[in-house]
């Protein structure tokens, strides 16, 4: 699951004076490196800059680019380029975006377990759910709805609401989300 270009930058800029960054291409590696940069002492290693070049990648990786590696994924159709950009800053390889497709086409996949106090407030809150179809302004709607009849704000009124939509604590914007929930 790690990105070619993320072994790449790692394995030719470890050891050099310059700081190991992803490259996106080799093109642009080649120009970041200079064997004269090269230090004599050994080159120290570390697994977990790896992971942080991959996901440095992922994150700034354009629809086009992972469109045929999604597919193979199955995820495609009309929803599969908002669904990326939507997620790609949430995850650290590109397999990882099934588990959000499945939360998207199936619901949560892990039930959380609420509070009385809270499963009052998310019947209150999804009666308030506004029709579809919904565009890009539903969840500053919805939870401005929400806000104004129950009182809450801050993460007493996001986390449940983050929960009951995606099984989650974290992850991407459900402002992003939700349009592609329907």
Request: glycine residues 8%; negative net charge.
């Amino acid at each position: 699951g790690i990105e070619p270009m993320a072994v790449a930058s790692l394995a030719v800029l470890v050891g050099t004076s310059e700081n190991v960054a992803a490259a996106h291409d080799l093109n642009e590696l080649a120009g970041h490196f200079d064997p004269a940069a090269t230090s004599k002492s050994a080159a120290k290693f570390d697994p977990d800059e790896l992971f942080v070049l991959n996901r440095t990648l992922i994150h700034q990786m354009s629809f086009e680019e992972a469109r045929d590696r999604l597919i193979v994924l199955g995820i495609s159709g009309d929803k599969a380029e908002p669904f990326w950009l939507a997620v790609r800053g949430n995850i650290d390889r590109l397999s990882d975006a099934v588990a959000w497709w499945r939360i998207l086409s199936d619901g949560p996949q892990e039930q959380a377990e609420f509070s009385g106090e809270d499963r009052d407030f998310l019947h209150q809150a999804f009666d308030l759910l506004p029709e579809e179809p919904w565009n890009g302004s539903v969840w500053k709607d919805w939870t401005g709805k929400i806000k104004e009849a129950t009182g809450r704000k801050g993460k007493p009124l996001f986390m449940p609401l983050r929960l009951a939509l995606t099984g989650r604590t974290s992850g991407p914007e459900l402002s992003d989300l939700l349009p592609l929930m329907g």
